[in-house]
């Protein structure tokens, strides 16, 4: 577990500059002013890492999630990752990289990330990697959204069923 710690400054020629976590618990933490040549500039989280309160900002990297790179079971709630910066024009994610399942992004903000020059603030590496982002603010929307939609209920009206046909379209 890790609280209430200035992670900054930290430089790496591998993933994770300010913090590579697996199974960990990190809270009430800022991550700024790290530098990665290859994935997570801030974080690499994998395996069951838990993230509250944390503020992810200014980090670097040459690859993808400049801020965050998150694989496998990886919880962010009430995070800001903000202002981070991917060097290359060729990978994506600055501010976050969702890579493998069970990603949740909870009650937080992705703002003011790049990719070289452009806004870059959410990646979804595939279909298959289950990124849900709940009661977040993401500059500039994300197109990863999916919606689910149940038909046939007692007291669903034809109305219902046109307005979910627009909404999906």
Known sequence: TVTDCLIEGNNSTDDGAGIYSQ???VVNTIVRNNVSSVYGGGVYATNYSYYADCLIANNTSARNGAGVYASTSTYFTNCDIVNNLN???SYNGAGFYANSSNINVINSV???NKRSTYADNVYNASSSSYLTLTYSAVEGGWNGVKLYYMLGLPTETDEDIVG???MAN
Do not use: F, P, R, V
Request: avoid cysteine.
């Open 23 to 25: 199974y960990a618990n």
């Open 87 to 89: 060097t290359s024009t």
């Open 110 to 112: 992705i703002w003011g």
């Open 164 to 166: 979910i046909a627009k």
